[in-house]
C-alpha cells in the first residue's frame, strides 16, 4: 500500500559539495520545491545522475537514485521507467552529457519515454577543471579554448524539440516560476528537458566575467530562445508499446517436425549446394534438411556467404546422420550441388579434393568444370534461377536414394509450396 | 519429435523460458538473430524488447530495467561487446544481474561480420576496467545453447553480477536437429528481493546478498562508483577494500558452482583434446573416430570459461601427459590450460582463417 507523502522536503540532511555562488545548489533546492508540489512518495522518485558536478546531485536527496556513467544516465531512465512505468524519474545531468551522450538525448526525445531531464548547463566542465563542452559560447575562454571557443554551441532545446520532444524549456537558474516549470515537465507524460543555464564560479565565470546578466544576455545573443520552446501531446513510447504488445497475442509453441518415413542411409552424407545470394539456396537446402528429419535422420545445416545480401555467394552444408551429430566443417562432400558461377568461384578446392564415389550435379552451363568425382548434368528446362539449387538438390537425392521422394515433398509445405514442388518435380524429371 | 532450429532461436528460448524480461540490442552480424526474435517474442510474452540507438543504450537500458525489477539480456558481436566495457564495469560494480551474449565474429575491428571466431575469449574476461571476475559460459550445440542460457540467468542472479553467454557465428546461425526434449522449460524462482536495509553488503565477503529494486515501497540507492554500503561515494580505505574484495570473493570462492564441463574420458588414454564454443563439436567427433579406429583419446567440452574450471580440469588431467588445445583465435585460452597443466606437453591447434577445426585436424595432432 502507498501511503500519500506530506513532506516538507525531499532533500536529506547533507549538505551540497558545490562551490561557494555555483548555481548547482539554487537548482536542486528548486527541485525539491517541485517535489513537495507533486507529493510523489520518494521511494517512487528516481534521481538518474551520472558524471561531473551535475552528478553528484542524486546524494543529497532522499529519493531513490541511481548513479550511473558519463552521458548514459537517459539510457538508464529509459530501462527503468519501461520496466516500472509508476515511477517518476527525473535526469540530472550536465552540458558534457549533451556531448559524450548527445545519442541518447536525440533518441529520448524521439522516443518519448516519459522521464524527465535537467541540463544543469554552466557551459563548461567544472569537475575536470574548466574544459570546453558543447554548449561553451563561441569565443568564450576556457582551459581548453585559450584563443577563445571556436566550434559552434550547441542548441539543446531546438535538438530534443524538432526532434519530437514533448516538452522542452530553456531558461536559468535564476528564473522565477522554475519550480512551476519542472512541476510540468515531471507532469507531462512523454519526453521532458529543462536546459537550466547557472553559474560555474570556479571556472567559467572567472575566465568570461559572467554573472546572473551575463546569462541571460548571452541566451540573447545566440538567439536561443527561452521559457516553453515546446509543448505537444506525444504517445508515451512505454504505454504505446504495452498497447500494441496487448493486440501481439500469446507466443506461438513451436511444430516440431514429424518422423514419417524411412532412409536407407547408414552413417552421414554431405551435400554441399553452391550458388548466388538472393536465390533461395539456403531455403532449398533447409528443406532438404528437413526432408532427412521426416526420414528419421539428424540433420545440421551451415553457411557461408558475404556481408551482402543479394550479391555474392552462398553456400550451404547439409550433413545427414543417422546420428546426432554437431555441425563441423565439410572439407570433401558426397555431393556437390552447383548453381551458379557466384557458386563454382568458392568451391575450387572441393572439385579437387572430391574423388570418384562422390558426385557432382550441375547445369549445363558448367558442365565443364574440372573434377574427379561422377558428374551429372541435368537440364533446369523452365526452372527459374531462384528454384535451381532446389531443383538440383531434388535431383541428387533422386540419384543417391538418400532422402525418400515423398519426404521432399512434405517438406515443401508453406508460402511457396507450389514453386517449391514445381523444382522438386523438375530436379526429379531430370534425374531420369 | 525433433525440431531444426539454430543458436539464436535456442537462447531466445532459454532466455524466455528463464524469465527474461528486458532485452536491449542494436543490430550487428552475426547477433541480429537474437535482436529480431526478441523484438518479436517478448512482446508477446509480456516483457519489452528495445532497440537501442547504439549498444551503450542497449547495455544501459537493460541495466535500469533490471534495478526496476526486470531479467535482462542483451546481444552483440566482439564490436558490440567493445562498446559495453564501461557499462559491464557498472553493472560489475553496481552488482546487477545481467546476462550478455557475445556472438562472436572474426576481428580485430570490424573484421569478418559473417567468419566464424574464437577471439573474444579473453576480451569478455578482460574487457572492463579494474580485472574484477566475470562468468562466461560457452555452448557448443543447440541444445546446450538453450540449457546454458538458463543457466546463464540464474548465475546472475545468484551472483549478482553480468554473465556471459559465449557463443559464435555458427552455431547461432546454423540450424541443428535438436531432440524437442531438449527445450524442457526450467523452474524459474522469484527473484530474493531485499525488504530492508543498506542497498550494498559486503561482509561476509563472499556472500551476495539480495537485490534492492526501485519501486518497492522503499528508497533505493545505485551507483557505479565506489562506494559504501548506503551507496554514497567513499574515500575511506577499509570501505574501498571490503567493497573490491567482495565484488572478487563472491565468484571466486564458489568456483564450484559455476563449473561446468562435458567430460568424455577414457581411462587408457594419455591424451586429452580440450575445447569449447563451437569447437566442441571438432573435439567430440575426434574422439568418436579415434576410438572407432581403436584408439585411445579423452575428450573435455568447456561449458563454464571463466572462472576456469581447474578441478574439472586438474581431475580430468590425471594420467594425462598431454593436452591439445583447439581454438579459433591464435592460442587465447590454451594459456589457461598450461598453468593447470604443470609439464605436461601443450599442443594448441589455431586456425584464424575464418573457417572452423576438423576432427582430421585434431586427429593430426594427436597422432
Known amino acids: 500500500m502507498t501511503t500519500v507523502a506530506t513532506l516538507d522536503t525531499y532533500r536529506n540532511e547533507r549538505t551540497y559539495p558545490f562551490c561557494p555562488g555555483c548555481g548547482h545548489g539554487s537548482v536542486l533546492d528548486t527541485l525539491d520545491e517541485a517535489l513537495v508540489t507533486l507529493g510523489v512518495p520518494p521511494e517512487e522518485v528516481v534521481i538518474v545522475s551520472d558524471i561531473g558536478c551535475s552528478g553528484l546531485s542524486d546524494q543529497y536527496f532522499a529519493t531513490s537514485a541511481f548513479h550511473g556513467l558519463h552521458g548514459r544516465s537517459i539510457t538508464y531512465a529509459t530501462g527503468i521507467a519501461l520496466a516500472r512505468p509508476e515511477l517518476t524519474v527525473i535526469v540530472i545531468m550536465g552540458d558534457g552529457g549533451t556531448g559524450i551522450g548527445g545519442a541518447h538525448l536525440i533518441n529520448a526525445a524521439r522516443r518519448n519515454v516519459g522521464i524527465t531531464v535537467l541540463v544543469l548547463d554552466n557551459l563548461n566542465f567544472g569537475m575536470t577543471g574548466g574544459q570546453h563542452s558543447t554548449t561553451t559560447p563561441a569565443g568564450a575562454i576556457t582551459s581548453t579554448t585559450p584563443l577563445g571557443n571556436l566550434e559552434h554551441p550547441l542548441d539543446i532545446c531546438a535538438t530534443a524539440g524538432v526532434n519530437g520532444a514533448g516538452y522542452v524549456w530553456r531558461g536559468t537558474s535564476f528564473d522565477d516560476g522554475l519550480a512551476e516549470r519542472m512541476v510540468e515537465a515531471i507532469r507531462h507524460p512523454g519526453f521532458a528537458l529543462l536546459d537550466i543555464w547557472d553559474l560555474c564560479t570556479a571556472y567559467f565565470v572567472p575566465a568570461n566575467r559572467m554573472g546572473k546578466k551575463g546569462l541571460a544576455r548571452t541566451i540573447d545573443e545566440l538567439s536561443l530562445g527561452t521559457g516553453v520552446l515546446y509543448q505537444r501531446e506525444v504517445a508515451e513510447y512505454g504505454a504505446a508499446y504495452r498497447e500494441a504488445a496487448a493486440a501481439m497475442g500469446k507466443r506461438q509453441a513451436p511444430q516440431p517436425i514429424p518422423v514419417e518415413y524411412e532412409s536407407p542411409l547408414d552413417g552421414a552424407h554431405s551435400v554441399v549446394v553452391t550458388g548466388s545470394a538472393g536465390a533461395k539456396v539456403r531455403s532449398a537446402a533447409r528443406l532438404f534438411a528437413e526432408a532427412g528429419i521426416r526420414s528419421g535422420l539428424w540433420a545440421t545445416l551451415r553457411g557461408d556467404y558475404p556481408v551482402t545480401v543479394k550479391t555474392g555467394h552462398s553456400v550451404t552444408e547439409v550433413v545427414l546422420s543417422r546420428e546426432e551429430t554437431p555441425p563441423v566443417a565439410v572439407t570433401v562432400p558426397d555431393v556437390l550441388l552447383i548453381a551458379s558461377e557466384d557458386g563454382l568461384k568458392k568451391v575450387g578446392a572441393m572439385l579437387q579434393a572430391m574423388g570418384p564415389g562422390s558426385l557432382v550435379v550441375t547445369t549445363p552451363v558448367f558442365a565443364g568444370v574440372g573434377t574427379r568425382a561422377r558428374m551429372v548434368v541435368v537440364d533446369p528446362g523452365e526452372t527459374r534461377k531462384t528454384q535451381t539449387g532446389l531443383m538440383l538438390l531434388a535431383a541428387g537425392a533422386a540419384i543417391t536414394g538418400v532422402v525418400p521422394m515423398e519426404a521432399l515433398r512434405a517438406a515443401a509445405g508453406g508460402r511457396f509450396e507450389e514453386e517449391n514442388l514445381a523444382a522438386i518435380e523438375a530436379g526429379l524429371a531430370a534425374a531420369g | ?367
Open chain 2, 1 to 367: 519429435m525433433r525440431e531444426f532450429v539454430d543458436g539464436a532461436t535456442a537462447i531466445v528460448r532459454g532466455a524466455l523460458d528463464a524469465g527474461c524480461t528486458f532485452f536491449g540490442g542494436y543490430p550487428i552480424t552475426p547477433a541480429s538473430g537474437i535482436l529480431m526474435q526478441m523484438m518479436s517474442e517478448l512482446p508477446k510474452a509480456g516483457g519489452i524488447a528495445v532497440q537501442g540507438e547504439d549498444e551503450i543504450a542497449s547495455i544501459g537500458m537493460c541495466i535500469g530495467a533490471t534495478l526496476a525489477g526486470a531479467r535482462a539480456m542483451t546481444a552483440t558481436s566482439g564490436p558490440g561487446i567493445s562498446l559495453y566495457s564501461e557499462n559491464i564495469g557498472l553493472a560489475v560494480m553496481g552488482e546487477v544481474p545481467l546476462v550478455i551474449v557475445d556472438v562472436q565474429r572474426l576481428g580485430p575491428a570490424t573484421g569478418g561480420a559473417t567468419t566464424v571466431a574464437q577471439g573474444d575469449v579473453q576480451f569478455v574476461r578482460w574487457g572492463t576496467s579494474g580485472g574484477y571476475p566475470i562468468v562466461a559460459l560457452a555452448p557448443s550445440t543447440v541444445a546446450e545453447a538453450y540449457r546454458l542460457t538458463v543457466d546463464a540467468f540464474a548465475l546472475a542472479e545468484r551472483f549478482r553480477c553480468p554473465v556471459f553467454v559465449l557463443t559464435d557465428k555458427e552455431l547461432v546461425m546454423s540450424l541443428t536437429t535438436v531432440d524437442a526434449g531438449a527445450f524442457t522449460p526450467p523452474p524459474v524462482p522469484d527473484r530474493v528481493v531485499a525488504e530492508d536495509g543498506e542497498p550494498y553488503r559486503y561482509r561476509p565477503a563472499a556472500e551476495t546478498f539480495p537485490l534492492h529494486e526501485y519501486g518497492r515501497g522503499r528508497t533505493v540507492r545505485f551507483t557505479g562508483s565506489t562506494h559504501d554500503e548506503r551507496a554514497l561515494i567513499t574515500k575511506h580505505a577499509p570501505t574501498i577494500d571490503a567493497l573490491n574484495r567482495h565484488l572478487v570473493a563472491k565468484i571466486e570462492e564458489h568456483r564450484e558452482e559455476i563449473e561446468r564441463v562435458d567430460l568424455d574420458a577414457d581411462p587408457g588414454a594419455t591424451t586429452l583434446i580440450v575445447g569449447y564454443g563451437i569447437t566442441g563439436g571438432a573435439v567430440r567427433a575426434a574422439v568418436t573416430r579415434a576410438r572407432t579406429s581403436g584408439s585411445s583419446l579423452s575428450g573435455m567440452v568447456i561449458h563454464s570459461l571463466w572462472p576456469v574450471p581447474e578441478t574439472a580440469l586438474a581431475k580430468a588431467l590425471v594420467g594425462v601427459g598431454r593436452v591439445i588445445v583447439p581454438e579459433l583465435n591464435p592460442g587465447l585460452y590454451r594459456r589457461e590450460i598450461e598453468r593447470v597443466a604443470g609439464d605436461r606437453e601443450i599442443i594448441g591447434i589455431e586456425r584464424i582463417d575464418g573457417d572452423l577445426i576438423t576432427p582430421e585436424q585434431i586427429l593430426e595432432a594427436a597422432r
